[in-house]
């Protein structure tokens, strides 16, 4: 009898921590990657504030930047190649790339994709007469290569772009959204903003001091970021002399992407800035319910069509490379509930701080994957990684979340009708142009009819004619040829 109580509590034992240990983590086959990232570092883009000697290729990627994404590329390959049996050589099957319409993030894309498709493993051509190789030009120049296509085995990739106004899911919160600018200059003038500013304006009041900024003297919120914009990219240059340069003018300037989140350099300078940058770009953005909720919708329906092309077979992608910005980066963020403006505003007093807020900003190359899973009964959950960091995910304190969960939890942060939201119906952008475009065909298709009336019309009045006049020349034959006994010399 107790033997067997002992083997029942054995048995329960067991039983439990099975279970919890099930519970905490399902198995499941890697079906699908999904990867956000923002561009590599880059030359600054605003030009109010601060000047330097480095005041060129506004914008553009720089070296330092390729460099970090051809090693997150390579990085990538090595955590998914088994996998997601990534091929050497590329496939148009496995990947799907599109980035934004900017300089820095197709390259950042490129740059990736040099990580994770390298040089000697381009396609090749075989036994082919030159014949076939060669360009209709004269005099064509000549290389050294034969086995690969290109020299070296590069490898090139399609890129997909499109109008900044037609990118809706990775810029939602922009040009493709008829609202959005109101809806920013609503936020400027909010109690909130205003609350948010003073809470900072010790800050605010150092660095317009400061002349070596070169703020103006009514310098808010928005130029602060702007400044904190521009000295990323300085930062990021790599220019030890004029990082130190700097550094004398900003606490914590040269504080590592470790120490700028530990708890003991919170007060520091360069942290509080930080702090502003995240903040303001929130405040701006993703500040209303509606601005959360709208932005972020058309990210999330692409998402889910990934998913569930994937699963029923309709597209085969193993991976999606989307090459975006901080802000996409910071709009999924708030989406999936990994931080708010609220939170950051908590974080800044020092007050009933969540455990789920992400307060640092989305730095050059932040990137989110979201991976897809099948578990052993065919369910599907996924996974969701900041910088390569499991997060909780769906409201809980669960790495992962299955599809169905999923699908409801997005339902809450999004809205049914983006363009709606966004007033894009009665506006001129391309709802209007696809409604004109549809008027145009039914405007043809009028033409087309109405012609076809006058051509049948034509057609009835020349046959008439035509019948009219036989009749008539029948008569006229019948009265001539009695005539023509008489004069045939009339007709
Ligand atoms: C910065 O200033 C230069 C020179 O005036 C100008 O060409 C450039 O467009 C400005 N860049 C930005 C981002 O304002
Ligand atoms: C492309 O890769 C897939 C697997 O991802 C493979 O099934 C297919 O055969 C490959 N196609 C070519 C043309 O290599
Ligand atoms: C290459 O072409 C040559 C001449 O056309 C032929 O003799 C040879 O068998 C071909 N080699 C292969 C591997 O097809
Ligand atoms: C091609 O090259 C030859 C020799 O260098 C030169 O004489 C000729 O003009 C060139 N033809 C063209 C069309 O460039
Ligand atoms: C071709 O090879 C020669 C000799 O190795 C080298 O000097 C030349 O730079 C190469 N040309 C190209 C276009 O790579
Ligand atoms: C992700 O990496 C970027 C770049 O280093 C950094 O700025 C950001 O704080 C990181 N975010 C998280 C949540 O790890
Ligand atoms: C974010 O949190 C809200 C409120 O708790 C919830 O309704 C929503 O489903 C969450 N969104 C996601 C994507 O987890």
Request: proline share 3%.
């Amino acid at each position: 009898m107790i033997l067997q109580n002992k083997f029942y509590l054995i048995l329960q034992a067991t039983l439990f921590i099975a279970a919890v240990f099930c519970k905490k983590q399902p198995q499941g086959k890697l079906l699908q990657i999904v990867e956000i990232f923002r561009h590599g570092a880059r030359y600054r883009i605003d030009n109010s504030s601060y000047t330097d000697n480095n005041q060129i290729n506004y914008g553009q990627l720089t070296a330092q930047g390729q460099r970090m994404h051809f090693i997150l590329g390579k990085t990538l390959y090595d955590r998914y190649s088994i996998p997601l049996n990534i091929p050497k050589t590329y496939n148009h099957t496995f990947i799907y790339v599109k980035s934004t319409n900017y300089d820095r993030t197709i390259m950042s894309a490129a740059s990736q994709l040099a990580g994770i498709f390298p040089l000697q493993y381009g396609q090749k051509i075989f036994n082919v007469s030159d014949q076939f190789l060669i360009p209709p030009f004269q005099n064509v120049s000549k290389i050294n290569e034969t086995l690969f296509a290109l020299e070296g085995g590069f490898q090139p990739i399609p890129i997909h772009v499109r109008d900044h106004k037609d990118e809706k899911q990775l810029l939602g919160y922009m040009d493709s959204c008829s609202k959005a600018p109101e809806w920013e200059s609503e936020n400027y003038k909010s109690q909130e903003w205003i609350r948010i500013q003073k809470e900072y304006q010790d800050i605010i009041d150092a660095l317009i001091e400061d002349e070596y900024f070169g703020l103006k003297n009514d310098a808010n919120l928005f130029d602060i970021s702007n400044l904190v914009d521009t000295l990323i990219s300085e930062k990021w240059f790599g220019d030890e002399e004029k990082n130190k340069e700097i550094s004398e003018h900003v606490d914590g300037f040269l504080l590592s992407q470790e120490q700028l989140v530990l708890p003991e350099n919170f007060n520091r300078m360069w942290v509080q800035m930080n702090l502003i940058y995240t903040s303001v770009l929130h405040l701006t953005l993703y500040k209303t319910p509606q601005q959360k909720k709208t932005s972020v919708t058309p990210f999330f329906t692409e998402l889910l069509n990934y998913f569930n092309n994937y699963i029923n077979d309709k597209e085969y992608y193993r991976w999606i490379m989307l090459s975006a910005h901080d802000t996409t980066i910071a709009m999924i963020s708030q989406g999936m509930n990994f931080t708010s403006w609220e939170c950051l505003e908590k974080v800044k007093l020092q007050k009933n701080i969540p455990s789920n807020c992400i307060y640092t900003y989305p730095g050059f190359s932040s990137n989110i994957i979201f991976e897809l899973y099948q578990d052993k009964n065919n369910e599907h959950f996924i996974k969701v990684l900041y910088n390569g960091t499991e997060q909780n995910i769906c409201g809980s304190s669960k790495k992962y979340c299955y599809l169905k969960e999923f699908n409801q939890a997005v339902k809450y942060s999004t809205v049914s009708d983006y363009d709606l939201e966004c007033g894009n119906y009665n506006n001129d952008n391309q709802i209007l142009g696809l409604t004109q475009s549809k008027q145009q065909k039914i405007e043809t298709k009028n033409q087309i009819v109405l012609s076809c009336l006058v051509i049948l019309l034509l057609i009835l009045l020349i046959t008439s004619l035509i019948f009219n006049y036989l009749q008539r020349r029948k008569i006229l034959t019948l009265s001539l040829n009695q005539q023509q006994r008489v004069d045939y010399s009339t007709i």
